[in-house]
């Protein structure tokens, strides 16, 4: 929440709407495509730039943080500039088509681990990992 959110067109079309909160910034080669709420960007590093300009956020770039939030391809892309990654392991195999890229471990240091059970509102058991850049 309050932190710049970027994402892919396909992403966007599957959540449907800008997640509240948050400026979103949707990238698309498609200079028409349109999604009301959003900041359009062309590449990853156009929606960088966004942000580090104050178009994303009345103070760019807080705590240095802004999120990816896929598809596959945008992950690859973003993955050499990110020092953080905020990872959701569910306990369950899903049908799908767009994975988040492999990673050396060894350019990685486990920092956070917290396991979360399934309840009322979470059908299956998470683990929520931090990693940071060595």
């Known amino acids: 929440m309050g932190k710049p959110i970027i994402m892919g067109r396909k992403t966007f079309e599957s959540v449907g709407k800008p997640l509240p909160g948050r400026t979103n910034i949707v990238i698309t080669r498609n200079k028409d495509y349109q999604a009301p709420g959003c900041l359009m960007a062309a590449s990853v590093k156009q929606a960088l730039e966004l942000v580090n300009k104050g178009k994303a956020d009345p103070d760019p770039l807080k705590d240095n943080e802004v999120f990816i939030a896929g598809g596959g391809e945008i992950y690859k892309q973003a993955m050499p500039l990110?020092?953080?990654?905020?990872?959701?392991?569910?306990?369950?195999?899903?049908?799908?088509?767009?994975?988040?890229?492999?990673?050396?471990?060894?350019?990685?240091?486990?920092?956070?681990?917290?396991?979360?059970?399934?309840?009322?509102?979470?059908?299956?058991?998470?683990?929520?990992?931090?990693?940071?850049?060595?």
């Open 82 to 134: 990110a020092d953080r990654m905020y990872i959701t392991i569910i306990d369950h195999d899903f049908v799908g088509d767009t994975f988040f890229p492999r990673f050396s471990a060894s350019d990685w240091l486990l920092a956070e681990e917290i396991y979360h059970p399934a309840d009322e509102k979470n059908k299956y058991p998470m683990l929520f990992r931090t990693y940071e850049r060595k």
